[in-house]
T-cell receptor, first 112, second 116 residues
Framework: EDQVTQSPEALRLQEGESSSLNCSYT??????LFWYRQDPGKGPEFLFT???AGEEKEKERLKATLTKKESFLHITAPKPEDSATYLC?????????????FGKGTKLTVNP | DSGVTQTPKHLITATGQRVTLRCSPR?????VYWYQQSLDQGLQFLIQ?????ERAKGNILERFSAQQFPDLHSELNLSSLELGDSALYFC????WGSGSGDNEQFFGPGTRLTVL
């Protein structure tokens, strides 16, 4: 069964304290790994798509990387406005139809 | 603002009742996706429609159904509601049917359903 596991469930950082979020996945033939950001009471917002091991993408203080078994979301010198839940998803074709399978997310809190 | 609208924002109802959630996709997007988000299960894919046709199905209960109309808006119907159906329901849209592009999905603000 295609699965996504994110760790840690919650992470508290001080402003400027860099860290990484982990997304481990099992999928039959990776056809895309996605990172989304979700603020409380709002819908997820797309951040990145990665397709192959070794690929990296950056956006402001965020950098996403991909290996054959996991992806990391690196946060460099975070600010309080980076506080959100970060969701990882893989594109799955299990069951005969294509869909995104999401992890449960990592809730990031950045304290000033 | 993603450009995806959902109504209503909040819905409180009783067990056994039926409700309809509405979604208007971004202008030009042909695909609409429905998701359920609960604290214990996370974000779960329910169903996708592309240009009026059902394209993909996830863990959608038989008590739930959806449709996409000619103007591309979509409705999710939930019937015989149970306490466990209380959750956030998100609609997302994208220009693509499947597998192409970055498959970026644009999510609406959600409908919070409370079943008492």
């Amino acid at each position: 069964e295609d699965q996504v596991t994110q760790s840690p469930e919650a992470l508290r950082l001080q402003e400027g304290e860099s860290s990484s979020l982990n997304c481990s996945y099992t999928v039959s033939g990776l056809r895309g790994l996605f990172w989304y950001r979700q603020d409380p009471g709002k819908g997820p917002e797309f951040l990145f798509t990665l397709y192959s091991a070794g690929e990296e993408k950056e956006k402001e203080r965020l950098k996403a990387t991909l290996t054959k078994k996991e992806s990391f979301l690196h946060i460099t010198a975070p600010k309080p406005e980076d506080s959100a839940t970060y969701l990882c998803a893989v594109r799955s074709t299990q069951g005969g139809s294509e869909k995104l399978v999401f992890g449960k997310g990592t809730k990031l809190t950045v304290n000033p | 603002d993603s450009g995806v609208t959902q109504t209503p924002k909040h819905l409180i109802t009783a067990t056994g009742q039926r409700v309809t959630l509405r979604c208007s996709p971004r202008s030009g997007d042909l695909s609409v996706y429905w998701y359920q988000q609960s604290l214990d299960q996370g974000l779960q894919f329910l169903i996708q429609y592309y240009n009026g046709e059902e394209r993909a199905k996830g863990n959608i209960l038989e008590r739930f159904s959806a449709q996409q109309f000619p103007d591309l808006h979509s409705e999710l119907n939930l019937s015989s509601l149970e306490l466990g159906d209380s959750a956030l329901y998100f609609c997302a849209s994208s220009p693509w049917g499947s597998g192409s592009g970055d498959n970026e999905q644009f999510f609406g603000p959600g409908t919070r359903l409370t079943v008492l």
